[in-house]
């Protein structure tokens, strides 16, 4: 059977938790947290990203995630908590449910970075 967007979105954000902007910043202020911009690479030269965060696109996520392929980016570990986030919370949310399904356990879903930015957070340009 078929799957629609919307079922997927509803699926994803079923079991990624949404994390607020100071829940991110106490995980991030730990040291401990790795934060992952899924937007393309255009939309961070824009507009900037969370300050610290990598980015890795939507599209290159799974392939950096597992430690198995030749792109693997070692920052992916399963022993500390993810926070994606994208401009609107929709890829983000996407990529919560796929970093799950590869085993990482503490995945949370910052939503936009829109939010983020407006609303005090740090940001930097991208590099």
Known sequence: MA???KEMMA???SV???ITRDEARKL???GNALV???RDAP???A???VKGAVNVSRGMLEFRADTDTPYHNPEFRKDRPIIVYCASGGRSALSGKVLQDMGYERVYNL???KDWAENGGEVEKAG
């Open 3 to 5: 799957t629609s967007v």
């Open 11 to 13: 699926a994803a954000n």
């Open 16 to 18: 990624v938790p949404k």
């Open 28 to 30: 991030i202020a730990d």
């Open 36 to 38: 992952v911009d899924v």
């Open 43 to 45: 939309e961070v030269q």
């Open 47 to 49: 507009s900037g990203k």
């Open 111 to 113: 939503g936009a970075f």
